[in-house]
């Protein structure tokens, strides 16, 4: 299992938010700032969402803030993968283009199936499906839309809708665990990595290098544990960048 730390971004600040709240965010500098700490680190990957694309797809100008800041980081970075407000195949080709290693898809692909079969099959083994969910009288759902709309689908059959049509790796955070460091939800990641053949990335959450322990210690079933996602216990230093690469590694 890998340790990727994530940078949210907004107008080109580092920030968390709460449970998805823009209203709730707190800044801890810039986005050029925070991804010189994570390289100096020797990090092995990077989450990075673009809150301001998200928010507004048309908006462009973040993305192009983060793409230029990568790019002037120079050669060696590690995995970076990016999500946040792409639509198009068009934006995915060009940010992969750009040394993006794997994009982050959510939204754009679980409202309708016309987006999710217009990226082509070689493009589908570098894109990440992020699911969202929440539990509803104890039913893992689907939410979409910046979480203010929540799915019939459950979470397993999204797993198995995309995994199906050639999608192999699936960011998947519980809603309620999500900037609360109230630790991972491990059942739901031992349920989908010994049901499932797909990858899959932790998030949501982690609190301790304990946490990542406990998620270590899943193991392997149909499919695998790829990485953690870890923000806020980062970002409020309650977790160390290089303590949080070790104990994955352990």
């Known amino acids: 299992m890998r340790f990727f730390p994530a940078i949210d971004v907004i107008d080109g600040r580092a920030v968390r938010l709460r449970q998805g709240d823009?209203?709730?965010?707190?800044?801890?500098?810039?986005?050029g700032e925070i991804l010189e700490v994570y390289l100096?680190?020797?990090?092995?990957?990077?989450?990075?969402?673009?809150?301001?694309?998200?928010?507004?797809?048309?908006?462009?100008?973040?993305?192009?803030?983060?793409?230029?800041?990568?790019?002037?980081?120079?050669?060696?970075?590690?995995?970076?993968?990016?999500?946040?407000?792409l639509r198009s195949v068009e934006e995915i080709?060009?940010?992969?283009?750009?040394?993006?290693?794997?994009?982050?898809?959510?939204?754009?692909?679980?409202?309708?199936?016309?987006?999710?079969?217009?990226?082509?099959?070689?493009?589908?083994k570098r894109i990440v499906v992020s699911l969202d969910f929440r539990e509803v009288d104890g039913v893992r759902q689907v939410a979409i839309d910046a979480w203010t709309?929540?799915?019939?689908?459950?979470?397993?059959?999204a797993v198995e809708r995309f995994a199906g049509a050639g999608f192999d790796t699936f960011l998947v955070t519980n809603i309620a665990r999500d900037g609360m460091a109230n630790g991972p939800d491990l059942a739901?990641?031992?349920?989908?990595?010994?049901?499932?053949?797909?990858?899959?990335?932790?998030?949501?959450?982690?609190?301790?290098?304990?946490?990542?322990?406990?998620?270590s210690g899943i193991g392997s079933g149909r499919g695998a544990l790829d990485a953690v996602v870890v923000g806020t216990a980062v970002f409020e230093g309650r977790l160390g960048l290089e303590e949080g690469i070790l104990a994955c590694r352990a």
């Open 22 to 31: 823009y209203g709730r965010a707190r800044e801890f500098g810039s986005f």
């Open 93 to 124: 080709e060009e940010v992969l283009l750009a040394g993006v290693e794997r994009v982050v898809l959510g939204t754009g692909l679980l409202a309708g199936d016309g987006f999710a079969k217009s990226i082509p099959a070689e493009l589908r």
């Open 188 to 215: 739901v990641y031992r349920d989908l990595v010994h049901s499932f053949p797909v990858k899959v990335i932790a998030s949501g959450g982690v609190r301790t290098a304990a946490d990542l322990g406990a998620l």
């Open 149 to 157: 709309r929540t799915l019939s689908t459950t979470l397993g059959e």
């Open 40 to 85: 100096k680190a020797g990090v092995e990957g990077i989450h990075i969402v673009d809150l301001s694309g998200a928010r507004e797809p048309a908006n462009r100008t973040n993305r192009e803030l983060i793409l230029s800041t990568l790019a002037g980081a120079g050669p060696g970075l590690p995995l970076v993968e990016l999500g946040g407000g």
